[in-house]
């Protein structure tokens, strides 16, 4: 299993919980995801900003759609800052724009959006800058919003997923 991402820590922790299932699997960034053809499926994850993916992660994804449409893939964003509020679901509302192209392009089986989190040292000038308004920051809360749980519950769904796969197969074979 590749996970090419550009989230550190969740795909490391989504890779930890595919082995301990018994899922091979290794995260990488995109720069140096190497050679793709060993692998069986892929999990796929970015940090989103503004509505969008980054820009490695969706080129990453636009150039190796031929070989990512024939095997399973799962695909995450991490990025909303904060908790659903006000009946509205973060989730469903922070679906980076790429998805809807990614779907008809490689058919992922799964996409998942998990909270970020604001490290203030990261930001760039303009955005530390902006941040000082009572508004920006309000909408940029200084936190770690990650769960978990949720990212670790996410990854065993697709353990138990490629583990029916591989049963399937084995029992295919003579």
Known sequence: MGI??????PQRCIAETLTLAGQHA?????????????YEGFVIGSAAYSMHRRKD???????????????PVWLFSTGPLGTD??????????????????RTAIHPRDHHVFF?????????FAEKTLRKL????????????????????WAR?????????????????P
Not at 91 to 96: F, I, L, M, S, V
Not at 134 to 153: H, K, L
Not at 157 to 173: F, K, N, P, V, Y
């Open 4 to 9: 090419p991402a550009n989230t550190v820590p």
């Open 26 to 38: 290794e995260a990488r960034p995109v720069q140096q995801a190497g050679d793709l053809g060993g």
């Open 57 to 71: 992660a969706t080129a990453f994804v636009m150039s190796t759609r031929d070989l990512l449409a024939h095997r």
């Open 85 to 102: 509020a006000k009946g509205v679901s973060l989730r469903t509302t922070a679906e980076p724009k790429e998805i809807r192209g990614f």
């Open 116 to 124: 970020g989190a604001l490290d203030p040292g990261r930001l760039t």
């Open 134 to 153: 009572p508004a920006a920051r309000a909408m940029m809360p200084e936190r770690d919003f990650r769960d978990w749980t949720d990212i670790e519950d």
């Open 157 to 173: 769904s697709i353990a138990e997923e490629l583990t029916q796969q591989d049963a399937r197969r084995a029992e295919e074979e």
